[in-house]
């Protein structure tokens, strides 16, 4: 990458008295380049990168006046059209073990990706350039990992999904004849979602509850659902940062229940 210096407009509007007149300019650019010698009234000179770069400029007269200016430099980096693709699977092969594999994200023919970095969701992560690692979870549930890649040219950007680690015989029985959770969006959330909820019959009744990983009730309030789709809005500020399981049951309603996984960042 290179970037232009800025011209000085100092050292030509120096002055001196009329009897006298500069002999000598000595600039130093503030790099590891030698100094520009002789009397150069409007220099230019090229970074090699950005940054902020003192230059000096050193006069001298005729008659044995000497002076010095000092002035910065800055020098901004050019922007980057970051155009690397970042996709990665998540494979579980035992009961807490998933096998990632990032061989599928790529960067621009000219660039290449030169650093990974691993965010799982459980807290940990890993960095290097590490394509295909190996994670054991702590715990069987639904945890949004990350994956953030840097190309050569200074590209950077991240792509992250759910990966599920936990078995489906120990989820809650769905029944989508009677009660459905359509969306939970956004997913992963902050500090709200909205719930799209169906519901063959109108005027249901349901319980929405809210529970962490180890079957804890953090959050519960009741609704009356009309026949089709019904956008309930959820607020989930007061939730820690982690996985949690939405369910809405109809009690009056035999087998009206349905449970779905959710993030919380």
């Not at 990665?88 to 599928?104: G, H, P, T």
């Not at 190309?151 to 936990?166: I, L, M, P, S, Y």
Request: net charge positive; with cysteine; hydrophobic share 35%.
């Amino acid at each position: 990458m290179q970037a232009t210096g800025v011209k000085s407009k100092r050292a030509s509007l120096t002055a001196t008295s009329a009897d006298d007149s500069i002999i000598s300019r000595i600039w130093i650019v503030g790099d590891t380049s030698a100094q520009l010698t002789g009397n150069h009234i409007d220099p230019s000179h090229v970074y090699a990168k950005p940054g902020t770069y003192y230059v000096y400029l050193y006069i001298k007269t005729k008659k044995g006046c000497e002076s010095k200016y000092a002035a910065s430099v800055v020098i901004a980096p050019v922007p980057v059209n970051c155009l690397a693709e970042v996709q990665f699977s998540a494979e579980r092969i035992s009961l807490k073990k998933v096998q990632f594999n990032s061989s599928m994200s790529k960067a621009q023919q000219v660039d290449s990706i030169i650093e990974r970095r691993w965010k799982f969701g459980d807290g940990t992560g890993l960095e290097g350039n590490e394509i295909s690692p190996l994670k054991e979870f702590p715990l069987q549930s639904v945890y949004n990992s990350c994956l953030q890649v840097k190309t050569a040219k200074g590209c950077e950007t991240q792509f992250c999904r759910q990966v599920n680690v936990q078995d489906s015989l120990g989820l809650p029985q769905t029944d989508v004849d009677f009660i459905k959770i359509v969306t939970i969006t956004p997913n992963p959330v902050t500090t709200r979602m909205v719930a799209t909820i169906w519901s063959r019959n109108n005027n249901i009744e349901v319980e929405i509850s809210i529970y962490d990983i180890y079957g804890t009730v953090k959050l519960t309030l009741k609704k009356v659902l009309t026949q089709g789709n019904n956008a309930i809005e959820i607020s989930t500020a007061a939730l820690y940062h982690g996985p949690y399981f939405l369910r809405v049951n109809a009690p009056s309603t035999r087998n009206g229940r349905h449970t779905k996984a959710f993030y919380k960042l």
